[in-house]
């Protein structure tokens, strides 16, 4: 999509909807992404109709390189961010993988990763 992650620094993305179902990113730590090439993220979703501080947590934590971030986001948005708590547990447990190395970085696009 050629977005340029690095101008949006609010880091939240759109990715694509579901019937009935609007779904975000928050990239975590947006600076170290930039600097590494690997970018943390959280993937948020609101059913339609519900109040904004109802939301679903799709994916509390996911790895994902550049290029597949690029083809998950449809546009930046200035809200959206949610209180890290669960992130940073799902965060830790991703990093404690492979005796401390990480686990599995997503490569295709946050939708495939997700399933």
Same mark, same amino acid.
Not at 13 to 19: L, Q, R
Not at 67 to 71: F, G, I, S, V, Y
Not at 75 to 97: H, I, K, M, R
């Given at each position: 999509m $050629?977005?340029?992650?690095a101008? %949006?620094t609010a880091?939240i993305?759109?990715?694509?909807?579901?019937?009935g179902m609007?779904?975000?990113?928050?990239? %975590?730590?947006?600076?170290?992404?930039q600097?590494? $090439?690997?970018? %943390?993220?959280?993937?948020? $979703?609101?059913?339609?109709g519900?109040?904004s501080?109802?939301?679903?947590?799709?994916?509390? %934590?996911?790895?994902?390189?550049e290029?597949?971030?690029?083809?998950s986001i449809?546009?930046?948005?200035?809200? @959206?961010?949610?209180?890290?708590?669960?992130?940073?547990?799902?965060?830790?447990?991703?990093?404690?993988?492979n @005796? @401390?190395?990480g @686990?599995?970085v997503?490569?295709s696009?946050?939708?495939?990763?997700?399933?």
């Open positions: $050629g977005q340029d992650l101008s %949006h880091g993305w759109s990715i694509a909807d579901t019937p609007s779904r975000w990113i928050v990239i %975590h730590d947006l600076e170290a992404s600097t590494t $090439g690997i970018y %943390h993220i959280e993937v948020i $979703g609101r059913k339609s519900d109040p501080w109802q939301i679903v947590r799709l994916a509390p %934590h996911m790895a994902i390189t290029n597949a971030l690029r083809e449809v546009e930046p948005l200035n809200t @959206g961010a949610v209180y890290p708590e669960a992130y940073d547990d799902a965060y830790s447990a991703w990093q404690a993988q @005796g @401390g190395a @686990g599995v997503c490569t696009s946050v939708l495939d990763c997700m399933q």
